[in-house]
């Protein structure tokens, strides 16, 4: 799975809410329920199955600039992130987490709660994969 997001000072993800870091926005990305909790089918923190596959808008400016992705239209702070191997399917990511495909798109998924949780756990859940995730150094 790949995803442009921010680098931290210790050279992993950035983690919270907000757009291109390891984590989602609300109701933006998923909508809790009326008891606050979260769960899978309805949404989630988008990847993808290939750079090639994200949106110009999330990839940095300088891989257009280099040849790698034509039209690459991104801040140039965002990074290439990887996790995991082989192909791009329905599957456990963790204990906590699943990966979605979306219905009309293969190519595109979103990692979401494998159990209904607390808002705050789905998010430190995505956090805690946070030293799995490679910088592709794109």
Known sequence: MYRSMKIASDHRPMTGSGSCILGVRTPLDIAPDDKANVSGGRGGMSVDASVEHIDIQFLPRRLHKSGHVAGA????????WLI?????????????????LKPDDSEHGF??????MSLDNYQSSLAATRDDW???GL
């Open 73 to 80: 239209i991104g801040n140039n702070s965002l990074h290439i």
């Open 84 to 100: 995991g191997e082989g192909p791009f399917f329905d599957t456990a990511v963790t204990e906590a987490l699943n990966l979605r």
């Open 111 to 116: 990692v979401e709660p494998a159990i209904p």
């Open 134 to 136: 490679r910088d592709t």
